[in-house]
Nanobody, 118 residues
Framework: VQLQASGGGLVQAGGSLRLSCAASGRTFNTYAMSWFRQAPGKERKLVARITWTGGSTYYADSVKGRFTVSRGNAKNTVYLQMNSLKSEDTAVYYC????????????WGQGTQVTVSS
């Protein structure tokens, strides 16, 4: 399985972007899909997560109320709708597959750059 992230770009503060992460390869089966981000010189941090069955979600405090994670109807795509973007949201965003309820991630997308200008 491969994950392909897309949708990043340059946006002004207060604007919106929608990131997509599409799975390809063998039949995709996972416990949850997550979005992480990594700003220059900082550690990669979890932004949002959605379980593949049930659709339970988790958000980092820094994005609650502004970001929404969702699954596509085809069930091989996950989205991250980002509204009210701030300069501190600038980072490379990665999607990742979590195959079990444990902490490990087995497949990562290549990352997509989000730049928010103030």
């Amino acid at each position: 399985v491969q994950l392909q992230a897309s949708g990043g770009g340059l946006v002004q503060a207060g604007g919106s972007l929608r990131l997509s992460c599409a799975a390809s390869g063998r039949t995709f089966n996972t416990y949850a899909m997550s979005w992480f981000r990594q700003a220059p010189g900082k550690e990669r941090k979890l932004v949002a997560r959605i379980t593949w069955t049930g659709g339970s979600t988790y958000y980092a405090d820094s994005v609650k109320g502004r970001f929404t994670v969702s699954r596509g109807n085809a069930k091989n795509t996950v989205y991250l709708q980002m509204n009210s973007l701030k300069s501190e949201d600038t980072a490379v965003y990665y999607c990742a597959s979590r195959p079990t309820p444990g902490p490990a991630y087995d497949v990562w997308g290549q990352g997509t750059q989000v730049t928010v200008s103030s």
